[in-house]
């Protein structure tokens, strides 16, 4: 390759609400009910149906564009958009063109290459469709029309990225942003965030952007690097060639990490759009704005800032606490109640994500009460707990959202501090283990884990581990074996 | 006279003063279409158990006073473009022929909790396009005063119901007329209410931004009633901005009083005449019947004058752009996909919807979808589509202007008389432009009621009372008065020479 090649890629981006109800109907928007069974004369474009705008959805995207620095069009509408297509029951989806909700917002990335201002080009609000299903032994199709009218909204940037570095750090701040809202949680997986790729090449240091593809079909973030660099890789090879890129949409096929034309140009729908008459337009007034600028939550930057400077936790701690809204939430709350943020922090990062993990477990959708972590450390400071038995109530804490007094009353797991009885039983292991107490005092100290472990063990673990520790440490220093009369 | 003569409100009232039943009445329709509907043809379903067994569940709720308002167990026809659930509901085209919809419109809810009861759905023009209700695929409908003509459209179903006395009122669509000019052409009374007033929901859509919903009576009072019943609230409709019902017990009152009291009603109304309307295309006998209308309103203390409305030779173009813009659009959902007709032996996708559609779909509706289609394409959307809009807009000012100086225009509803079966579809344009009075009306959302107001030779002359947005009850209250003062219309007296020499 003689020539240097820059990747230019804008991204459209639909989210996928998660209102309780449809965008134009009162349905719900639950996911995997049996066929058609969320669906009424609305969203299953019956004749003589009409739509009535859900205020929620409204509402979502004037906290999206918020958050994303956009401006709002006071007056918005909402056009048809027609085209054929059997899972689209109208033949028309109810989107925005004209006049869309947001427009000339921006989101700052950052990647290992620096940070980047993306502009965001404009957002609007659209249903989505229904679900067509393959019948392979009748060779018919059947449609589902529950995912219809369920409410998305499409975010359009501008071509202000460069590589998919960088399109992964737009999406999952994007994507943050949305969970943070709590409008979406934002599954590429199961289809709630879907992201097309536009993309073009040209030389380094041209200032014309080249002819570009729209790339479909991308169902994870993987999927997605590999597609922009396989379509990098193509867009060059033809350029190259001396041959000219077409402008087409392209379908990506993941498993065989391979995009093929879907249409091009010329093939491009009239999709004919025009204000809808049955839906008058949105008027957003002064206090609406205001209201949504009021609830607007404070973000994870912001929060991961705040957390460095307040409470002194590293980078990576903040990062992982701030990642889900709802385990900041926690954190913050243990924190007001028993002041330490520090131990907080390691129960949010380590414990609970490990069990998160394990039990697959959304982080949005870990719920216990905030008191009873606090409480939970309050008694693993004051001695009544060691680490091991702390991670059992805090595993009854994560599960069942146990009280960890009770639980830990209930089990028996609370430390004993009565010396006397440590003192009795330190003594009973040192006698027992001869052989090991020879070892120590030979200079091999390292067997003073077992002697511990002896301990704890008679203990039934629920001794401070520490004291045991410091308590044979001491009694080694005098101890003397008995001497053998043998 | 049988008591088929009789209107919706005295058979309210005899069913009250249990003189009659819901079942005689309903029993009094049937036999009246037994001898009428061979000939005049204005039904496309009739389901008389159905309708003898909601008769008979209404008379019940009468008797133990679950219904007591003045329509209770009154039979009434419902245009087949206005859902009824379990009762078919085709828009007199091929593509619906088996539709039976799974929920009422919301004026069927009202019409039901009236205790009003459903006899049939009526014929019209296919999804309502059309003046003559020629285009229905189910066969065309004769007008009662005389077979040999066309009822009109493209609520000739309903409006030929009525005249024929078999029905006591009916409910039709007005988007461009279709309720007003063919209640001028059968001679009865039907109104166009208010864009907003009543709900569209269940109303299946040809041209959303102007369709509504109105009732056709045999006088001015019964289709106060039935507005007073269908008009209201509906969140189901967002275009549905009433704030509650319209109430005329103002005008009820006068009735009670005298017929003297409701012609005084008239009395200060200020009454506009736009000259461009009875100037170009307008048969003369059209013109001397509604100007002895307007005579008669004068004499009744109304403030009569002409004056220039303007705008009038851009209110078909505009109307014909958006209507079929629109209806482009909305008939799109006909696909053979979830209900309705669908072709036979298709081979893929695309082949399935062009042989259903181009099966189902009758000629002028294909005419309209295509005319709309174009219309919004890439390339003609801002030189016809958004030029449309502008001139609606100034059309709507126009009016605005003209309702600063008036409380009514006074307007025919149609520039001739029902023209003879066969003869309007040949000459389509001759055909649109018939609508040159109407249209504007839906344009600019105005409410506005047709009455008959004389006769040429055997058909009825219609006069159209146009009010501002929202004062439907001045239109009703004129309308009420002038009836009064006009009395029998089948005598038509020419127009004073004062009211000749004005214009």
Not at chain 1, 152 to 165: A, H, Q
Not at chain 2, 247 to 266: H, M, N, R, T
Request: a negative charge; one cysteine or more; hydrophobic letters at 35%.
């Amino acid at each position: 390759m003689s020539k240097q090649y820059e990747t230019v890629i804008g991204l459209e981006v639909h989210v996928e609400l998660s209102t309780k109800t449809k965008i134009f109907c009162g349905c719900s928007t639950e996911f995997g009910g049996a066929p058609n069974t969320h669906i009424c004369p609305v969203c299953s474009g019956l004749p003589g149906a009409l739509p009535v705008l859900n205020r929620q959805v409204v509402e979502d995207a004037l906290a999206l564009g918020a958050a994303t620095h956009c401006h709002v069009n006071r007056l918005c509408r909402f056009d048809r958009k027609n085209y054929f297509y059997p899972d689209n029951p109208q033949n028309y989806q109810i989107s925005q063109l004209y006049l869309p909700i947001c427009h000339d917002g921006w989101l700052d990335i950052s990647t290992g290459g620096g940070t980047r201002r993306v502009r965001i080009h404009e957002m609007h609000m659209e249903e989505d469709a229904g679900k067509l299903v393959h019948d392979e032994w009748e060779d018919s199709s059947l449609v589902d029309f529950n995912r219809s009218g369920v409410p998305l909204i499409e975010i359009v940037s501008e071509p202000d990225m460069r590589n998919s570095e960088e399109v992964i750090a737009y999406l999952e701040k994007l994507r943050s942003i949305c969970r943070y809202l709590g409008i979406s949680d934002c599954k590429l997986q199961e289809g709630s965030m879907r992201a097309d790729v536009n993309l073009s090449v040209r030389e380094v240091g041209s200032d014309v952007l080249g002819v570009r593809t729209e790339m479909k079909n991308l169902n994870s973030f993987k999927a997605i690097v590999r597609a922009i660099d396989n379509e990098r890789e193509r867009q060059i090879e033809l350029l190259e060639e001396g041959r000219q890129v077409e402008q087409e949409t392209r379908r990506w096929d993941d498993n065989k990490e391979y995009s093929y034309a879907m249409r091009s140009k010329e093939d491009a729908k009239d999709y004919r759009y025009f204000p809808d008459p049955d839906l008058p337009p949105v008027y957003i007034d002064e206090q609406w704005m205001a209201r949504t600028n009021e609830d607007l939550p404070e973000m994870r930057e912001e929060k991961a800032a705040r957390y460095m400077e307040s409470w002194g936790l590293t980078e990576d701690e903040a990062a992982l606490l701030t990642d889900s809204r709802n385990i900041a939430e926690i954190f913050e709350k243990t924190v007001s109640l028993c002041g330490q943020a520090k131990k907080a922090a390691n129960w949010l990062t380590g414990e609970t994500i490990r069990l998160a993990r394990e039990t697959s477990v959304d982080l949005d959708h870990v719920s216990f009460a905030p008191e009873h972590l606090a409480a939970l450390i309050t008694l693993t400071d004051k001695g009544d707990l060691n680490n091991q038995n702390a991670r059992k109530v805090f595993e009854a804490i994560f599960t069942d959202d146990a009280d960890p007094e009770i639980y830990m009353e209930e089990k028996g797991l609370k430390t004993v501090t009565d010396t006397g009885l440590l003192e009795e039983i330190t003594d009973k292991v040192l006698s027992d283990n001869p052989k090991t107490v020879e070892e120590y005092k030979g200079g091999k100290t390292k067997v003073l884990g077992f002697l511990v472990g002896q301990v704890m063990k008679q203990m039934k673990g629920k001794a401070d581990p520490g004291l045991v520790n410091r308590m044979l440490t001491e009694r080694l220093v005098s101890y003397k074996l008995p001497k053998n009369d043998d | 006279m049988g008591i088929e003569q009789l209107s919706a409100l005295e058979i309210g009232q005899k069913i009250k003063k249990k003189e009659l039943t819901a079942v005689e009445a309903a029993q009094a329709c049937f036999d009246r279409m037994d001898a009428m509907e061979s000939e005049v043809h204005a039904f496309i379903t009739i389901d008389r158990e159905r309708a003898m067994a909601e008769a008979r569940r209404v008379q019940k709720g009468i008797m133990d006073g679950t219904y007591t308002g003045p329509l209770a167990g009154v039979p009434v026809a419902v245009k087949d473009n206005i859902c009824t659930k379990g009762v078919a509901t085709t828009c007199a085209s091929r593509i619906l022929e088996n539709y039976v919809p799974p929920y009422d419109a919301h004026v069927i809810e009202r019409l039901k909790e009236a205790g009003a009861v459903i006899i049939g759905k009526t014929n019209m023009d296919e999804f309502a396009m059309g003046s003559t209700t020629e285009t229905s695929a189910m066969g065309i409908t004769r007008n009662p005063r005389n077979t040999d003509h066309v009822p009109g459209g493209s609520s000739g179903g309903s409006c030929a119901a009525v005249a024929a006395n078999e029905v006591f009122a009916a409910l039709g669509s007005d988007t461009g007329g279709s309720i007003r000019q063919p209640s001028a052409y059968c001679g009865v009374a039907g109104m166009k209410p208010t864009y907003g007033t009543v709900s569209r929901y269940g109303l299946i859509a040809y041209a959303s931004s102007l369709d509504q919903i109105g009732p056709v009576g045999k006088n001015v009072a019964d289709c106060a009633a039935l507005l007073e019943i269908i008009s209201g609230p509906d969140r189901r409709d967002s275009t549905c901005v009433a704030g509650e019902s319209l109430d005329f017990s103002g005008l009820w009152e006068e009735y009670k009083i005298s017929p003297e009291a409701v012609a005084a009603g008239l009395r200060g109304m200020r009454v506009g005449v736009p000259e461009e309307y009875f100037t170009g295309g307008i048969d003369p006998q059209i013109r001397d019947a509604v100007l002895k209308a307007a005579d008669t309103m004068k004499a009744g203390g109304a403030i009569v004058e002409t004056f220039s409305l303007g705008m009038t030779q851009y209110m078909i173009p505009a109307y014909y752009i958006i209507a079929c813009a629109q209806a482009s659009s909305n008939l799109a959902r006909f696909d053979g996909v979830k209900y309705g007709y669908r072709t036979e032996g298709a081979g893929d996708l695309h082949d399935m919807y062009k042989k259903t559609r181009a099966q189902g779909f009758g000629w002028e509706v294909k005419k309209r979808i295509l005319l709309g289609s174009f219309v919004l394409s890439s390339g003609y959307y801002d030189a016809y589509y958004i030029k449309a809009l502008k001139a609606n807009r100034l059309i709507k000012e126009a009016f605005d202007r003209a309702f600063e100086k008036y409380d009514l225009i006074l307007a025919p509803a149609a520039p001739s008389a029902a023209p003879k079966l066969g003869t309007s579809l040949t000459d389509p344009l001759k055909m649109y432009l018939s609508d040159i009075y109407t249209v504007a009306v839906n344009l600019a959302g105005l409410p506005a009621m047709s009455m008959p107001c004389g006769q040429t030779g055997s058909l009825p002359v219609g006069l159209q009372l146009i009010g501002q947005r929202f004062k439907d009850d001045i239109v009703v209250r004129g309308a009420a008065a002038y009836e009064v003062l006009r009395g029998n219309w089948m005598a038509s007296e020419a127009p004073s020479e004062e009211v000749k020499e004005a214009l």
